[in-house]
C-alpha cells in the first residue's frame, strides 16, 4: 500500500507567483493536514481536512489556502509568495490520532 | 513560551552509548507522538502514545501525562540513529511540534 505522496518534490519560484501543492493520502485516510517546516524550525501547523471541510487553520495569511478532493487527496495552494515562504511543505494523512507524513515538497522563492 | 518544549536541542554522543531526550508539554493532550526526520526532510512516526510507555527495537518512549512530560529512549546507539527527534502533541483537533533535537552519533 503507497504511503502518503507528496507532489512535486522540489519547486523553485519567483516572488509574487502563486504555487500549488498536491499530497494523496493513505488509502482509507479521510484527514489530510498540511504543515510548513522552515529550515532550523519544528513543523507549522497549516490546515487540516476531514471528508472535505476544513476542520482547522493554523496563524497563517489568507494568501494560503487548501481543499480536500472527494477521493480525500488535498491541495495547498499559496499565492503572492514571499521569500519567507520559502521551506519544507509536509502534508500527513491521519486515521483517529496516528499519523502518516509525505517526504514533503521543498519550496524555494528567489 | 512554546506549549511543546525539548531538551536537549542537540546531542552528540558515541556509538552504543544510552541517549534519552525529553518532551515538555503545557496543554491537555489526546495523544503524543515521537517523530524522525532525516536530512532530506521525510517525516517518520516512531511512537504514538497516550499513556505508559511503547518499545520497538531499541527505542523505548515513556509518557507521565500528571507530569505533562515524555521521554524518548536509544538503546545502544548507532550512527543510522542520527537523525532529527521531534516530539509532536495532539490537542484541539491539531498537532503542534517542538522544535526538534539534533542527534548526532559518532562511530
Known amino acids: 500500500d503507497a504511503g502518503v505522496t507528496q507532489s512535486p518534490t522540489h519547486l523553485i519560484k519567483t516572488r509574487g507567483q502563486h504555487v500549488t501543492l498536491r499530497c494523496s493520502p493513505i488509502?482509507?485516510?479521510?484527514?489530510v493536514s498540511w504543515y510548513q517546516q522552515v529550515l532550523g524550525q519544528g513543523p507549522q501547523f497549516i490546515f487540516q481536512?476531514?471528508?472535505?471541510?476544513?476542520?482547522g487553520r493554523g496563524n497563517f495569511p489568507d494568501r494560503f489556502s487548501a481543499r480536500q478532493f472527494p477521493n480525500y487527496s488535498s491541495e495547498l495552494n499559496v499565492n503572492a509568495l514571499l521569500l519567507g515562504d520559502s521551506a519544507l511543505y509536509l502534508c500527513?494523512?491521519?486515521?483517529?490520532?496516528?499519523?502518516?507524513f509525505g517526504s514533503g515538497t521543498r519550496l524555494t522563492v528567489v | 513560551k512554546n506549549e511543546v518544549e525539548q531538551s536537549p536541542q542537540n546531542l552528540t554522543a558515541q556509538e552504543g552509548e544510552f541517549i534519552t531526550i525529553n518532551c515538555s508539554y503545557s496543554?491537555?493532550?489526546?495523544?503524543l507522538h515521537w517523530l524522525q526526520q532525516h536530512p532530506g526532510g521525510g517525516i517518520v512516526s516512531l511512537f504514538m502514545?497516550?499513556?505508559g510507555k511503547k518499545k520497538h527495537g531499541r527505542l523505548i518512549a515513556t509518557i507521565n501525562i500528571q507530569e505533562k512530560h515524555s521521554s524518548l529512549h536509544i538503546t545502544a546507539s548507532h550512527p543510522r540513529d542520527s537523525a532529527v527527534y521531534i516530539c509532536?502533541?495532539?490537542?484541539?483537533?491539531?498537532?503542534?511540534f517542538g522544535t526538534g533535537t539534533r542527534l548526532t552519533i559518532i562511530p
Open positions: 481536512y476531514y471528508e472535505k471541510e476544513e476542520r
Open positions: 488509502s482509507g485516510h479521510k484527514s
Open positions: 496543554v491537555g493532550i489526546s495523544a
Open positions: 502514545l497516550s499513556s
Open positions: 500527513a494523512s491521519s486515521l483517529y490520532y496516528g499519523y502518516t
Open positions: 509532536a502533541v495532539f490537542s484541539n483537533e491539531k498537532l503542534t
